[in-house]
């Protein structure tokens, strides 16, 4: 039974490795502005569930008060009625805004209830939403003295890299295809051996 050995290599032309490479590094780079965006989206919604929860602990103060003038004055008017100093139909007003403020008061509590949820689902503190309680002090706005070149601000937006990796990308790759033109080179060489010979046999080829 003869023995045979060979090996063949492939010598690729018209840069298709390394068209195929910087394929690959923009695909790369899209792929890590992708992560880096959606940390992006992760933070912004992760500060606005924040501020609702701050607004809504706020709005539970301010609702509360206006609950409580609101029955405060309803009182009053009862004992303007009864003194005959004041219209009943002006006092069913009064007892209809009363009740407006009331409605208010548990709508904030509820809406603070759904937005501590949101922010415990971020946090990963799903089991403590009830406990969450945030600093109600906004951050005082910053004053811009100079105009931002918003060409360039966008430009570094994540999403943007990872849009504009995969358009050179594609370029790279429309260069691959356009390189399929030119034709590789295959250079090969075997050696047989026989049983009984002394001698083996080799060969050279190029396709």
Same mark, same amino acid.
């Given at each position: %039974? ?20 910087? #394929? ?13 965006? #959606?940390?992006?989206?992760?933070? @912004? ?48 007003? /009064? ?13 904030? /509590? ?6 501590? @949820?949101?922010?415990?689902?971020? /946090? ?15 951050? =005082?706005?910053?004053? %811009? ?8 601000? /966008? ?26 033109? #030119? ?17 083996? =046999?080799?060969?050279?080829? @190029?396709?």
């Amino acid at each position: %039974m003869d023995t045979v050995f060979r090996i063949d290599q492939v010598i690729e032309r018209g840069d298709k490795h390394d068209l195929r490479m910087k #394929t690959a590094q923009q695909l790369e780079i899209a792929s890590e502005a992708d992560l880096a965006d #959606t940390n992006r989206q992760q933070r @912004i919604a992760l500060y606005n569930a924040y501020y609702d929860v701050a607004y809504a602990q706020d709005k539970i103060q301010l609702t509360a008060d206006a609950a409580d003038l609101a029955t405060t004055a309803q009182k009053k008017a009862e004992l303007r009625l009864s003194a005959g100093d004041i219209a009943a139909a002006e006092v069913a007003r /009064i007892r209809v805004d009363t009740l407006r403020a009331q409605n208010d008061a548990e709508q904030a /509590i509820a809406d603070a209830v759904n937005a501590r @949820i949101s922010l415990a689902y971020l /946090i990963g503190l799903d089991n403590q939403a009830d406990q969450i309680q945030v600093d109600p002090a906004w951050p =005082t706005t910053a004053v %811009m003295t100079t105009t931002p070149d918003f060409d360039n601000v /966008i430009a570094q937006r994540a999403d943007v890299k990872a849009a504009q990796a995969r358009v050179d990308a594609a370029r790279q790759y429309k260069e691959l295809i356009r390189s399929q033109r #030119t034709r590789d080179i295959s250079v090969g060489a075997q050696v047989e051996h026989y049983p009984g010979a002394t001698e083996n =046999t080799v060969g050279l080829g @190029i396709s």
